[in-house]
């Protein structure tokens, strides 16, 4: 079965220095590939610093300033991991609210490896099954996740991967929920 197409449909990738390449650049090339406009949202401009496991990595520039960036104007989300990443955007207030406001809405959001930390900040696991990198698997439990350890976990809208190995299945689990469209608001 082909994958769903979602021309039209904006997503927000929000990221930070620090994030996993292949956890930005690829969910980036499969949900333009099919038919989603994309942005890149940081905290600074104009690009950030990739990593590729425990070496620096590639750039990448950076389409909005997330002080300009309105979660309203996006369908979804998508939260790449990386250790630095997620947890330089935790202690950034506007990254939490921005991510708040797309659990409160009911959007599709999609976190992988470490991705989910910035989650827990923003009131988005409790009573949720979710998996992510198994160094999480703690924080996730405390924070009132059920916590699993699968290739891709979907929830209610939160597409949820462990590893970079988990790409395809995390990539193909985003298009169809995007496709999908809004679950009921977080209560």
């Known amino acids: 079965m082909?994958?769903?197409?979602i021309d039209g449909r904006k997503v927000a990738v929000l990221a930070t220095n620090?994030?996993?390449?292949?956890?930005?650049?690829?969910?980036?090339?499969?949900?333009?590939a099919a038919g989603a406009t994309v942005h890149v949202i940081a905290p600074k401009g104009p690009e950030i610093q990739?990593?590729?496991?425990?070496?620096?990595?590639?750039?990448?520039?950076?389409?909005?300033?997330?002080a300009k960036a309105k979660a309203g104007e996006y369908d979804a989300l998508v939260l790449p991991g990386g250790v630095i990443n997620p947890d330089a955007l935790r202690l950034e207030k506007k990254a939490i609210?921005?991510?708040?406001?797309?659990?409160?809405?009911?959007?599709?959001?999609?976190?992988?490896?470490?991705g989910p930390w910035t989650?827990?900040?923003?009131?988005?696991v409790e009573g949720k099954t979710m998996t992510s990198w198994?160094?999480?698997?703690?924080?996730?439990k405390n924070a009132g996740a059920k916590w699993v350890d699968k290739e891709v976990v979907v929830d209610q809208g939160l597409i949820t991967s462990r590893?970079?190995?988990?790409?395809?299945?995390?990539?193909?689990?985003?298009?169809?929920?995007?496709?999908?469209?809004?679950?009921?608001?977080?209560a």
Do not use: M
């Not at 989650?119 to 988005?124: M, P, R, Y």
């Open 97 to 114: 609210a921005f991510i708040g406001e797309f659990v409160k809405a009911g959007k599709p959001i999609g976190a992988i490896c470490h």
């Open 119 to 124: 989650l827990i900040d923003a009131g988005g």
């Open 134 to 140: 198994p160094s999480l698997e703690t924080d996730l």
């Open 50 to 66: 990739g990593w590729e496991h425990h070496d620096k990595g590639r750039k990448t520039a950076v389409d909005l300033e997330l």
């Open 18 to 32: 620090g994030f996993e390449q292949s956890e930005l650049e690829q969910p980036v090339a499969a949900l333009t």
């Open 163 to 186: 590893k970079p190995d988990d790409i395809p299945a995390f990539c193909k689990k985003l298009i169809e929920e995007i496709a999908e469209g809004r679950h009921a608001a977080a």
């Open 2 to 5: 082909a994958s769903p197409r």
